[in-house]
T-cell receptor
Framework: GAVVSQHPSWVICKSGTSVKIECRSLDFQATTMFWYRQFPKQSLMLMATSNEGSKATYEQGVEKDKFLINHASLTLSTLTVTSAHPEDSSFYIC????????????FGPGTRLTVL | GQNIDQPTEMTATEGAIVQINCTYQTSGFNGLFWYQQHAGEAPTFLSYNVLDGLEEKGRFSSFLSRSKGYSYLLLKELQMKDSASYLCAVSDRDYKLSFGAGTTVTVRA
């Protein structure tokens, strides 16, 4: 149980284009989903927290107009990187928790984004 | 801000025991997690401690002392597949996870 999928697993795009990443909880309903970014040999940094049906809460320093998050259902959240630039190249990982915020977060397999 | 410290690297021999320490200073505390992360993959859940003491789960055990802001992950009977990065993460008063930089464990034959 507690399987989270992400799609795509990797993507290469040109500078200025937008990229959408999907995160799905496959066998449970995720009240809360989280989006992280990880640069090489660094730790995971929380970007935003999203609850189904409400606006995402962004961490300080994360541009909400650049990283659009939609949590339309209890099993799907999407992250759209708008007008991507090379510095946005990173490993994007989502996680989902089933109930209370104290619940364990289960991570998706990650999406490696490379912006040329 | 949050401050979570763990060693950068550790090396051990197959079959041995390794202990990874983690110290933390956070705004509130709602539990401490340990995750395993292989290169290029997402973290997988290993353990969760919210009360003081030792939690044992097979070859892996995790210990917590809230008064000392300290935890450790103990890996016994090391196997080659245990070579990975081990992440200490603390849930703060807002239930957000803050991660340490990770400890890369290398298991040698």
């Amino acid at each position: 149980g507690a399987v989270v999928s992400q799609h795509p697993s990797w993507v290469i795009c040109k500078s200025g284009t937008s990229v959408k990443i999907e995160c799905r909880s496959l066998d449970f309903q995720a009240t809360t989903m989280f989006w992280y970014r990880q640069f090489p040999k660094q730790s995971l940094m929380l970007m935003a927290t999203s609850n189904e049906g409400s606006k995402a809460t962004y961490e300080q320093g994360v541009e909400k107009d650049k990283f659009l998050i939609n949590h339309a259902s209890l099993t799907l959240s999407t992250l759209t990187v708008t007008s991507a630039h090379p510095e946005d190249s990173s490993f994007y990982i989502c996680s989902a928790s089933a109930g209370e915020e104290t619940d364990t977060q289960y991570f998706g397999p990650g999406t490696r984004l490379t912006v040329l | 801000g949050q401050n979570i410290d763990q060693p950068t690297e550790m090396t051990a021999t197959e079959g041995a025991i390794v202990q990874i320490n983690c110290t933390y200073q956070t705004s509130g505390f709602n539990g401490l997690f340990w995750y395993q992360q292989h290169a290029g993959e997402a973290p997988t859940f290993l353990s969760y401690n919210v009360l003081d003491g030792l939690e044992e789960k097979g070859r892996f055990s995790s210990f917590l002392s809230r008064s000392k802001g300290y935890s450790y992950l103990l890996l016994k009977e090391l196997q080659m597949k245990d070579s990975a990065s081990y992440l200490c993460a603390v849930s703060d008063r807002d239930y957000k996870l803050s991660f340490g930089a990770g400890t890369t464990v290398t298991v040698r034959a």
